[in-house]
C-alpha cells in the first residue's frame, strides 16, 4: 500500500461513511437528483456494461449502474465507506485497496468504463496521481473509457485550494494512452468552459 495517506483520509480519518450516506439520504428525500452520475455514465454504455467504480465510496453510483442492468465493482480504501457499500448491496462485489495499488488486487482487465466520480483524482495521495491514472487505463478494454469528475476551485473541493489541473489530468490521460473524447460541465452533460470550476471528462483507451 501506498505510504503516504490519502488526502481524503486527512479530511475524514476514514469514519465517515455513515455521514457520506446520510447526507445523500437526506439529498434524495428533499427532490434532488443524486443518480447523475449513474445516468451519465449509462447513456455512455452498452446494456450490461462492465463497469469499475474506482473510489467507489458508499456504493451509490455503483449500486444505481447495477439497477440499470451493469455488472459493477466498487473498490475504496476507506473501510467506513465499504461498510456502507456491502450493508446496502450485498450482492455486488466491493474490493477494500488502494488505487495506486490496483494491480495487486487481482481485478481482471477489459472494463468497458472506469469512473473516478466525487473528486476522486483531487483527493488521492499526493504524487500518486499519474501511477492511479495508468493503474485504471490499464484495466479498460479497447475502445473502453475512463470517466471522471473533480473539482477546479475550492468552492468545488472539500480542499482549500485545487489539487489538480486540467492539463495535469489530460496529459497523464494521455501518458497512459487515453484520448480525450469529452468533456462536460456538469453530470448532466452541460457545455464545458474553460475556467470553470468543475469538469467531467470522458478519455478512452482507442481500439486496437
Do not use: K
Amino acid at each position: 500500500m501506498s505510504s503516504r495517506r490519502d488526502r481524503w483520509a486527512e479530511l475524514t480519518g476514514g469514519q465517515d461513511g455513515e455521514e457520506y450516506a446520510r447526507r445523500f439520504a437526506r439529498l434524495a428525500e428533499a427532490g434532488h437528483d443524486v443518480h447523475g452520475e449513474a445516468a451519465f455514465c449509462d447513456a455512455l454504455s452498452e446494456p450490461a456494461a462492465r463497469i469499475l467504480d474506482a473510489g467507489c465510496g458508499t456504493g451509490r453510483v455503483a449500486i444505481r449502474l447495477a439497477e440499470l442492468g451493469h455488472r459493477c465493482t466498487g473498490v475504496d480504501l476507506d473501510r467506513s465507506m465499504l461498510a456502507v457499500a456491502r450493508r446496502e448491496a450485498p450482492a455486488l462485489e466491493w474490493i477494500h485497496g488502494d488505487l495506486a495499488h490496483l494491480d495487486a488486487l487481482g481485478l481482471d482487465p477489459g472494463f468497458d468504463l472506469v469512473l473516478a466520480a466525487g473528486n476522486v483524482v483531487p483527493l488521492l495521495a499526493p504524487g500518486t496521481e499519474p501511477v492511479v491514472v495508468r493503474r485504471l487505463a490499464a484495466l479498460l478494454r479497447p475502445g473502453g473509457l475512463l470517466v471522471s469528475g473533480m473539482g477546479l476551485d475550492a468552492a468545488h473541493l472539500p480542499l482549500p485550494e485545487p489539487t489538480v489541473t486540467l492539463t495535469d489530468y489530460d496529459h497523464w490521460c494521455a501518458e497512459a494512452g487515453l484520448t480525450l473524447r469529452q468533456r462536460c460541465a456538469t453530470w448532466s452533460g452541460d457545455p464545458f468552459h474553460e475556467g470553470g470550476g468543475y469538469a467531467v471528462s470522458v478519455h478512452v483507451r482507442p481500439a486496437a
